[in-house]
């Protein structure tokens, strides 16, 4: 979104004619909606505006729930944005630390800043963006005493807050198809500015799962989130924000809750075992967060290998950290044996995974030539110098 694009939406108008539009799922429901809407004497630069946002905010339920229908977004915004009920954990972080304010530098959309100021926290959102900098105003709307500003985080003056939160810009600059930064030194602001805010206020930093962990200071909490089984940031905790005891986490949220592992250092891991007849699959957040030793010994499970994540054991235990399989039948790793056992087993919908091996799983599946109604999970991996496949059955 371009700034006039912006404000032609942000009039009462604008606005009002985005609220009223109905959802839309195909190509032929846009074009009804825009005969009708150019018929009403819209102007076609409106109505390209208002339909991106009514597209947007479809795509945004998933993040925002029904607090979308009520907001704004860019599409590089929207893809960016914290989920609001994890703002809604690092919001509590602050709350519980006995912080009354906040200075979000680099709020983009201001998701982390709604939940700061719904918690009650006083909100200094900035961005460097000018259009995203809107776009957080109008978002914020329903809590006037938040502030937004148009600026950079290393201009923004702190004199007024007593904390700080950064998400620094991981992605080149723009509204739509940016790409991602593949080195941390290009982040916007820097992580030496983001670290040297660290020593002097409380602070707490978003950042990728995939965030080297050499970079990671001795003085946070790294807390790894993942949602429905996908990791989403790593937060780096510091001062009061950061836990008594705790340098390592991996938080899980699902449909039963959130679950948490916990450690004050990378666990040492497990012994290594045979396969056994269930095999774990430990949750990304748990795997990143490098405590793959503490789940295994507390479920009485061993690794298979001490450079793989996977685990085993002969006794099937429920766990929020881990996905279970029980194993069916362990093969040699060839395609050949592996299309003949899957066909006369009648496994037509198949579940690749793999670890440790360089083996394309779609260009593996095409080899096989499925064919059935039964399903299971394939694993290609090894077990210390052997290539194995592992068929399994989800639990």
Known sequence: MESAELRELLTPEGVALLDSLPPYTSSTDVLKIVASLRKDGNSASLVATVLTQAKLRGKAVAKFGDFAQRMLFTEAGLEQAT???????????????????????GCGIGADALAFAGAGLQVHAVDADEVTAAITTYNLSPFPEARVSHGTAEETDLSDVESVYLDPARRTSGHTNTNRLAN???????????????????????????????????????????????VVEVGLWFGPLKREGIARAALVMNAEGLHELTAAADSADAEVGELGQYLYEPDGAVIRARLI??????IGAHMLDEHIAYMSSDVAVSTPFASTFEVVHEFAL??????????SRGIGTLEIKKRGVDIDPAEFRKRLSLSGKNSATLFLTRLGERRVAILAQRL
Not at 98 to 105: E, K
Not at 334 to 343: R, S, W
């Open 83 to 105: 989920r609001l009920p994890v703002a809604a954990l690092h919001a509590g972080r602050y709350v519980r630390a006995g912080l009354t304010s906040v200075a979000d530098l």
């Open 184 to 230: 941390a030194e290009d982040y916007s602001p820097s992580l030496d500015f983001a670290f040297g805010l660290a020593e002097k206020l409380p602070t707490g930093i978003k950042l990728g799962p995939g965030f080297d962990r050499d970079l990671i200071p001795d003085t946070c909490e790294a807390q790894w989130v993942s949602v429905n089984g996908d």
């Open 334 to 343: 060839d395609v050949k044996v592996l299309a003949k056992e899957l066909k």
């Open 293 to 298: 030793g503490d789940l295994a010994r507390s």
